[in-house]
């Protein structure tokens, strides 16, 4: 297989094809994506998030800050992976930080002095939803609880979040803790990139063993009654994360993945076990409309295979004795309405200068919906 440069092959055989360049286009939708019945909900804010283009699907006051309660621990969890040197080193628990919850709130017990790996307690923290390994963890990676949470806001500001602020590791309430459903999809789309957070956040019971303060193993059973595959079992939901407390109602953090389409959806101050039939509504309305179209879902194909019926092209594939493949991001996609069809999806090749890199750009409509880098190749015919 050989390597060759995009103007030597490309240049004249896609010149034909190059449809005026137009302005950068922030969505990555393809069809109407309003012309379905959308869901009627409890909960007073919800999302719905494509996980891959962050695409907004569904979306009810998204903006509004509202307390997130525990589902702020998946922010919690992924800055302390982010910053952590080994999941297997140790959380060494203070009086401080098991002593600060409030009692009666989520905790698996551990001691004063107790000794845990972190990865241990990051399983209390995303399956019991425990606060005290939430404090241990905030001073262990950050040297105290407050300087993680500026850790956090950090995140939170690096990710885009206009209206989220942390002010404790766990969501326990305080009128100054607070986020936005729009907010909450996005740290969930980036932590889902994680695979360490994914892992832990997708599983469904755990064991913690015994300890230098405990003769007892601790079983950790997931909250998330979807991830534990009860009445509100919907077929795809990976993880989650729950939350509530008397000033935030219940909130839910879920992501689902069916035919190559992974959807967050995010709930904020619903009801009871509402939160979960308003979450299963969102996801039957995203799979219902809605497909990923991957144009690179193969590893090497002929660029020009499609493209037979353009003359510069068929005297270029008859004069060169190369085929040309091109390979790029299989995992890239863009959202479409179930109604569009793959054919009705354009595409230009260009060459970026600056970067030096060639750009595959998706338009429907003559409107840009996509863009993805890509290399050339070629092989003899």
């Known amino acids: 297989m050989k390597k060759i440069s995009f103007f030597l092959v490309l240049i004249l055989t896609l010149q034909l094809m190059i449809l005026p360049v137009l302005a950068q286009n922030t969505g990555t939708s393809i069809g109407d994506l309003s012309t379905s019945k959308k869901p009627s909900v409890t909960a007073k804010s919800a999302i719905l998030m494509d996980a891959n283009s962050g695409e907004i699907l569904y979306e009810k006051d998204i903006y509004k800050k509202r307390y997130p309660a525990s589902i702020t621990k998946i922010m919690t969890t992924l800055v302390a992976i982010e910053n952590c040197d080994s999941l297997y080193e140790t959380v060494t628990y203070s009086e401080h930080a098991i002593n600060s919850i409030e009692p009666g709130s989520s905790q698996i017990y551990i001691n004063p002095g107790e000794k845990l790996s972190l990865e241990e307690s990051l399983y209390a923290i995303m399956l019991e939803s425990a606060n005290e390994a939430c404090n241990g963890v905030a001073e262990h990676i950050g040297g105290s609880i407050e300087g993680f949470v500026d850790m956090m806001n950090a995140k939170a500001k690096e990710l885009g979040c206009k209206n989220t602020h942390f002010m404790n590791p766990n ?14 999809a996005l740290i969930t789309k980036a932590a889902l990139k994680n695979k360490t957070f994914r892992k832990i956040a997708s599983t469904a019971s755990y064991t913690i063993p015994t ?6 193993q601790r079983p950790l059973w997931n909250h998330h009654k979807m991830v534990k595959k009860t009445n509100y079992v919907y077929d795809g939901v990976e993880g989650g ?46 799979y219902k409309n809605f497909k990923a179209f991957t144009p690179l879902e193969t590893k090497s194909y002929d660029t020009f295979a499609s493209d037979s019926s353009n003359s510069m092209i ?34 230009t090749f260009t060459y970026n200068k600056k970067s030096h890199k060639n750009i595959l750009q998706l338009y429907y409509n003559n409107k840009k919906v996509g863009s993805i880098p890509f290399t050339i190749s070629t092989t003899t015919k």
């Open 171 to 184: 969501g326990l309430h305080n009128d100054k803790h607070y986020v936005c459903a729009y907010d909450m």
């Open 314 to 347: 068929q005297a270029a594939n008859q004069l060169s004795p190369l085929k040309i493949n091109i390979m790029g991001d299989t995992n890239y996609s863009v959202i479409m309405n179930k109604t569009t069809k793959d054919t009705d999806i354009q595409h």
């Open 241 to 286: 994360k729950t939350g509530f407390t008397m000033m935030a109602r219940n909130t839910l953090v879920t992501w689902c993945q069916r035919d190559g389409l992974e959807l967050i959806a995010v709930t904020l101050r619903d009801n009871g076990y509402e939160t979960y039939t308003d979450t299963k509504k969102l996801f039957q309305y995203g």
């Open 211 to 216: 300890t230098n303060k405990s003769k007892q």
